[in-house]
């Protein structure tokens, strides 16, 4: 809807008074005015009021609701896993079919209804009685008839064994089937899943009970490691700081002021596992998780050859419906086709450059966390990687080439035969595809990508996955179990090997399952922890050399994209219009250049001039959004704190929870204050006591947004 | 039967003078599917011009009254919703008239507009009944009591916060906040879907 903010917000609040009933004639006339004028605000009263009718039509039906109209479809039978979805659907659905024959509770409205009709009818008709009587046995018969029919019409997907989730309490539905793939290998990938759907399948219940078991070892495993150190953990971080950091790592900002505040005023014991599962759920998190990777494997600036747009798309697919991570490396790895319409080609198109030495490099980088690029030229100095073995790895790129015609396309040649490559001394050497110890012959007949692929991701333990494991638990920890996480070979010796281990096993054994993967890691009790130190884990700062203890949670700092979010988050700029997804993208995308530059290296280097102030973000912050929205005029979350009959301590509150997710301390308290009442006093001659406060307000708000704490994850 | 109905009237001496000559055939299971898989749409599309649920409810009522007698009008293969729709327009109209003039919210304008905006997207109904149900999934189990109890018949916001306890303004604020993030919800899935 592109309505201004006031008109929006107005919008709102009037439909708000007619859905209660409460709506007065002269904003009933208001009302009328705006929707007619405009046909934004048309579609937003007749979406407005589809909401409205639609909760009541369904609520007053009860159960019956989804009998008769056809639900949500899972595609399970399209054969990408989904989990725990799938298995109670599948149980479900039988439940359904009974329950609604044996459900008659309530009779169905529109079955009263056409009672009603009968009645009239019998009345009606004089001397028709045999004609009255067939009717009312079809009337009598319609449940049945029309509940299936109607299925069957509607929906061609839907079979009568069920694919018809339902549970038993009303207004709780299951997720949303996902979007489909465009992957052109689909026949495979088939294949993969079924036998891990099946596994799936059979270890429905066992799933929940296995993952509380996996992180009950890992919550005994860390305390054992510090009770042998001598370490007691840190407290447990605050609510307030908890909610601020698991909603920065799975979603990418901090938790908007109302989300908080229910999470917050929330008193039941498992509320963290259930905001876990939440933000899990949220489009945010699909788009947190598809920016840090197209960062990681694209960077942030463009390339000549990758549509990161395309790449970008495939992303958000496979965080939608938790593709399975080896199915994404393999996608990655033996990319082919057109750049638009198979987005995961862009990765290798960006780095196919300088004869795909940084994709060679990148490949190890972002997928198995090794470093192999100094390697290119010589034996790597601090362990036994030798140039052969970059050259043999490479090796497996040879047949990778990039088309530019109408697309860009990035296709197989049939070629084959082994890779020349020199040392230092010019001696020529030749290479052959080598992986792992694994020799593949470079046929032209063979597709090498889809060999290395397979390579990458065979044995009980791939590196890909051990590589996955130390990546996404550094992401929440703040540091992984290596020093630097894409820098694991033999030199580097992880913290906690047994963990490491057996949470690579387990990711496995889920089918690379990357949501459990952060269910478990979010679940621990390590990442409970507050970041604070206490008097017998000072030595647990890994970010000046030491071991990782894991018994406190390190904190990071905002990355560029999740402090343009943040900032947008806390002034309310994203109440003001609900931008597409593309758009929205732009806009973010196109703030971000500024603080990238590339440096043309042959490995593909980047470097970002994003230092982590604020100061600098905002001064270069050139969007109107976020101006607006700090502007405090009408509409914005800035003026709606300004309008609202809270005290000034009330106000206060509302703006540091909005920034800093958490209440203000009583020495902020008094400081803003004596700030908003100095503004009022000292208002010049003819502004009114509203702008000045409104002014003051906005004091309040950009100090706490240029705080360090701000950017801070705690 | 309601007397004063002019359209009952007229089906009265319909059917007395029908059924002398023929028997009618009672609807077709045809008919009955098109009647039941409707009954949703039209609520939302009488709704839309009637904003009251209970009102559009009885308006409904009406309307299936005359729909299922004039059953055996409806030509197959022609746009049931369409049909049903310009009758629950008549029906709306008489309803309109049956009040007094000075106690509506809404012009005529007003009313024909939205009425002919509504028509128009039906396909859209059910992408938003599909995606209000995952949203309803994502609420924190309290709002989503809470809206489950102020849409129980019979109640509205301000019985709901009775029952509860709660002062009335605060419940206003909460349903407001739900259904807000509700609608914020199935607009961005919406949106999102056609994105991709």
Redesign the interface.
């Known amino acids: ?1 592109n309505l201004e903010n006031g008109q929006f917000q107005e919008l ?1 609040d009037l439909l ?1 008074a ?6 007065k ?1 002269q904003q ?1 006339q208001r009302l ?1 005015l705006l ?2 004028e405009n046909d934004n605000a ?2 937003f ?13 369904d ?2 039906l009860g159960d019956e609701a989804d009998s ?5 479809i899972s595609t399970c039978s399209v054969g990408e896993s989904q989990g725990d979805d799938c298995a109670s659907i599948a149980a479900d659905s039988k439940q359904i079919v009974e329950s609604f024959s044996s459900n008659r509770r309530n009779p169905s ?2 079955l009263k ?2 009672m ?2 009968v009645a ?2 019998l ?6 009685q ?2 009255s009587k ?2 009312d046995n ?1 009337v009598a018969t ?1 449940p049945k ?2 509940s299936n ?2 299925s069957n ?2 929906e061609v997907k839907i079979t009568e064994e069920g694919n018809r989730p339902k549970p038993n309490r ?7 089937p996902p ?1 489909h793939t465009t992957n052109p290998k689909t026949p495979d990938i088939v294949k993969n899943n079924d036998s891990d759907n099946g596994n799936e399948k059979a270890r429905s219940d066992p799933n929940n009970r296995s993952s509380d078991s996996i992180v009950a070892w890992v919550n005994d495993e860390l305390s054992q490691s510090w009770h042998n150190v001598g370490v007691r953990p840190s407290e447990t971080a605050s609510d307030e700081e908890w909610a601020r950091r698991l909603y920065m790592d799975i979603v990418g900002h901090l938790p908007p002021l ?1 989300e908080l505040t ?1 999470f917050l005023a ?1 008193r039941s014991s498992n509320k963290r596992e259930i905001l876990i599962e ?1 933000l899990l ?3 945010g998190y699909i788009r947190n998780s598809t920016t840090n990777w197209t960062n990681l494997l694209v960077g942030r600036s463009d390339s000549l050859n990758a549509n990161r747009a395309a790449l970008q ?1 495939y992303l ?2 496979c965080f939608a419906e938790n593709r399975p991570w080896n199915v994404i490396v393999d996608d990655f790895v033996s990319a082919e086709g057109d750049n638009i319409k198979n987005g995961e080609t862009n990765f290798l198109l960006a780095h196919l450059n300088n004869e795909a030495v940084p994709a060679t490099a990148i490949t190890a980088q972002v997928f198995l966390c090794v470093q192999i690029q100094c390697t290119q030229c010589h034996d790597h100095p601090f362990y036994d990687s030798k140039q052969n073995e970059f050259w043999e790895f490479n090796s497996f790129f040879q047949q990778a080439e990039v088309v530019r015609s109408a697309k860009t396309k990035l296709v197989n040649e049939r070629v084959g035969g082994p890779t020349f490559y020199e040392n230092r001394q010019g001696t020529v050497f030749a290479a052959t595809p080598k992986y792992a110890g694994v020799a593949v012959k470079p046929d032209p007949d063979v597709d090498l990508r889809q060999k290395l692929a397979d390579l990458l991701l065979a044995g009980e333990k791939p590196q890909v996955a051990v590589a996955m494991v130390n990546r996404m638990w550094g992401h929440f920890f703040g540091h992984s179990f290596t020093p630097q996480v894409d820098d694991m070979g033999p030199h580097r010796r992880p913290s906690h090997p047994k963990i490491l281990d057996r949470l690579a096993r387990e990711f496995v054994d889920s089918g690379y399952d990357v949501k459990r993967l952060i269910r478990w890691i979010c679940n621990t009790d390590a990442y409970q922890l507050s970041s604070r130190f206490n008097e017998t884990n000072l030595e647990d700062n890994p970010h000046i050399g030491c071991d990782p203890l894991f018994s406190r949670v390190y904190m990071k700092s905002m990355t560029a994209e999740q402090l343009y979010d943040s900032l947008i988050i806390a002034t309310g700029a994203h109440n003001v219009s ?1 931008t ?3 758009e929205a993208e732009h806009q973010r995308q196109d703030w971000l250049q500024q603080f990238v530059v590339a440096f043309r290296t042959d490995e593909n280097d980047e470097v970002t001039s994003f230092e982590g102030t604020l100061t600098q973000a905002l001064m270069m912050m050139n969007g109107d959004l976020v101006e607006e929205a700090l502007s405090g005029s009408r509409g914005t979350f800035l003026h709606k704190v300004a309008r609202s009959r809270d005290s000034d301590v009330d106000k206060i509150k509302q703006l540091c929870l909005a920034a800093l997710s958490r209440e203000p301390s009583r020495q902020e308290i008094q400081v803003f204050r004596k700030i908003l009442r100095d503004r009022i006093s000292s208002r010049p001659d003819g502004t009114s006591i509203q702008i000045a406060s409104v002014e003051g307000l906005q004091d309040v708000l950009w100090a706490y947004l240029n705080s360090s704490e701000f950017i801070l994850i705690p | 039967m309601r007397a004063e109905s002019g359209d009952g009237l007229q089906i009265v001496s319909e059917t007395q003078t029908n059924t002398d000559s023929t028997l009618r055939q009672p609807p077709s299971d045809e008919f009955i599917q098109l009647f039941s898989r409707s009954q949703r749409r039209l609520f939302l599309y009488i709704l839309a011009q009637v904003p009251n649920p209970v009102d559009a409810e009885e308006i409904q009522q009406e309307t299936n009254i005359v729909i299922w007698n004039k059953s055996h009008k409806f030509q197959s293969g022609t746009n049931f919703y369409a049909w049903t729709c310009q009758i629950a327009t008549y029906e709306v109209m008489k309803y309109r008239d049956r009040n007094r003039r000075d106690k509506h919210l809404f012009s005529d304008e007003f009313i024909k507009r939205v009425a002919q905006e509504t028509s128009n997207d039906a396909e859209r109904l059910e992408d938003r009944r599909k995606a209000l149900i995952g949203c309803l999934g994502k609420l924190r189990a309290q709002d989503r009591e809470l809206i489950q109890s102020r849409y129980t018949p019979g109640e509205n916001g301000k019985s709901v916060a009775v029952k509860l306890g709660r002062p009335i303004n605060s419940v206003y604020q909460s349903l407001g906040r739900i259904r807000r993030s509700l609608f914020e919800c199935v607009n961005r899935r919406l949106t999102a879907e056609a994105g991709q």
């Open positions: 809807m709102s708000e007619l859905c209660e009933d409460r709506i004639p009933a009328e929707v007619l048309l579609h009263y007749l979406n407005y009021l589809d909401l409205h009718g639609t909760l009541h039509w609520t007053a008769k109209y056809p639900t949500v409205r529109w209804i056409a009603v009709i009239c009818s009345i009606l008709a004089v001397g028709i045999q004609y067939s009717r079809s319609i008839a029309g029919s109607s019409n509607d009303p207004l709780v539905f299951p997720k949303q979007p109302d229910d929330d939440q759920d949220q489009p798309k958000r697919e609900a597409k997804w593309t």
